[in-house]
């Protein structure tokens, strides 16, 4: 396995970020980045989730020997108050 390396763009602070597979998983810091690192070459499907935001998932390709990125966006979660 070689290391490789994602990167959330600018979002909230404390969102899950979870390969599909539960194998890999992180969370963002203060400024919206993590790195998850060792993962196997191959395709996964990354879910990313953060109360008050609306859910997204990604597919992101690791090739061997390579470092890779994934960028996502999270959307305001509108909520309706009674």
Known sequence: MGNKYLRMIPQPNGAAVLSADEKYGAVTNSK????????????????????????????????PGTASKGDFTMANEMKKVA
């Open 32 to 63: 919206g980045y993590y790195r998850i690192s060792r993962i196997a070459a191959g395709t996964y499907t990354f879910n990313i989730s953060c109360e008050g935001y609306e859910p997204v998932s990604q597919q992101i390709t690791f090739a």
